[in-house]
């Protein structure tokens, strides 16, 4: 059974905490029924059934009266503001670029229904130039201007929190290493930072869908940052990938093709990539979760990162 977002079960678990599926015995009733409800009745909704659950969201299939299926989604209590904030983001782009919202509240979103497959896909079958092609063209939409007022956003050196934070003693020794150098890599680009735009903040391959119309991201954070941190999440994905994420020839061509097709400057896209690639560590460590896909890639980040960067903070 193919499901909408189902792909958030290719991501590590600090991103999220798996998805479950409407057919699995352990899915038990919760309030996302009776919250559903509410929303069926004011959209003029039928037929929701529950298909996934995230660790911040319930996602249910329902028709539309106008026709056609569509995705609700309905954010936990818990979940964290990024969550919430990258909901209106997602709202802005009116689907360019992005999955189109038909209605909105702060914690519940009606989404066009994407059943269609993870660009990952295209990695796994050999076909990551034309992947990477597809995620410039992603950027491009994205990051072109809006007249809409820009929603609220969250700063991006609040984002690093988790990396500067971070316990090293819970880290594996072989990694502290790398964290320190990705540590002084962040701290000079975050206090470097010439232009901030509206960043979806979470664009990788598995966060962005094949649909009728066009390959969309999903999923945005709703970050306020430099450009060139869009596509640091890329250089470590897929997950499932290790080999094809640590190779350098592999980083070189992402980062050579990003700067011909987007404009980044190199190296501070490249440490983008190694600083989030020690954040998203940081999120697995603290949730007790390993760090090896990370660890394997961060050596071959930096040392792209250095060959590019000799006079980038001068």
């Not at 998805?19 to 929303?39: C, E, I, K, L, T």
């Not at 997602?90 to 689907?95: D, I, T």
């Not at 880290?171 to 701290?187: E, M, Y």
């Not at 897929?238 to 061509?253: E, L």
Request: charged letters at 20%; a negative charge.
């Amino acid at each position: 059974m193919r499901t909408v977002y189902a792909h958030n079960n290719l991501l590590p678990a600090d991103h999220c905490a798996g998805v479950f599926h409407a057919n699995n015995p352990f899915m038990q009733p919760n309030d996302s029924v009776s919250r559903a409800g509410v929303y069926v009745d004011r959209w003029n909704l039928s037929d929701p059934v529950l298909i996934a659950e995230t660790a911040t969201s319930w996602i249910y299939k329902v028709a539309r009266k106008k026709g056609g299926a569509a995705a609700l989604k309905l954010l936990k209590p818990e979940t964290n503001e990024d969550e919430r904030l990258g909901g209106q983001l997602l709202n802005w782009y009116a689907g360019e670029g992005a999955a189109r919202v038909y209605a909105q509240t702060e914690d519940a979103t009606l989404l066009e229904w994407l059943n269609g497959h993870a660009l990952s896909e295209l990695v796994h079958q050999g076909k990551d130039v034309t992947a990477t092609d597809i995620i410039c063209q992603i950027v491009s939409q994205l990051h072109q201007p809006r007249q809409e007022m820009v929603p609220e956003l969250i700063p991006l050196n609040a984002r690093f929190a988790a990396l500067f934070d971070t316990n090293m003693s819970k880290w594996p020794f072989a990694g502290r290493d790398l964290l320190i150098r990705a540590k002084i890599i962040a701290k000079a680009l975050l206090e470097t930072v010439e232009e901030e735009i509206p960043l979806h903040g979470d664009l990788h391959h598995d966060n962005i869908l094949f649909s009728p119309r066009s390959w969309v991201a999903i999923d945005p954070k709703g970050i306020l940052g430099d450009p060139a941190y869009e596509v640091a999440n890329c250089f470590q994905t897929p997950w499932t990938a290790t080999d094809v994420c640590a190779d350098p020839g592999r980083i070189n061509r992402l980062a050579d093709t990003f700067e011909q097709r987007l404009g980044f400057n190199k190296a501070r896209m490249l440490g983008f990539a190694v600083s989030h690639t020690a954040l998203s560590a940081c999120w697995s460590v603290a949730a007790g979760h390993p760090v090896m896909h990370q660890l394997a890639i961060l050596p071959r980040l930096i040392s792209a990162h250095e060959r590019e960067s000799k006079d980038l903070f001068r």
